[in-house]
């Protein structure tokens, strides 16, 4: 998987999702596959096995987030 193509790809969409020259409809529509990547891949994470490293990984990803929202107030 090339990590670095579907990140650009994704922010790009949240890009375009809040630009102020495209309409509600666009930007619904936009929305709506994000919603879907979402599910495709909480469905896939749902059905995947754990791994060992898998719940410090996850803990420092939820530290790091903590820290983002901690620095935006």
């Known amino acids: 998987m ?3 193509s579907v990140n650009h790809q994704i922010h790009m969409a ?7 020259y495209n309409d509600g409809y666009v930007q619904w529509e936009i929305k ?3 919603y879907q990547l979402k599910f495709l891949l909480d469905q896939i994470l749902k ?3 754990d791994f060992v490293g898998e719940p410090e990984f996850l803990e420092q990803q939820s530290k790091r987030q903590m820290w983002r929202v901690l620095n935006e107030v």
């Open 32 to 34: 709506k596959d994000l």
């Open 47 to 49: 059905d995947s096995p």
């Open 2 to 4: 090339d990590y670095n």
């Open 14 to 20: 949240g890009v375009e999702l809040n630009s102020p």
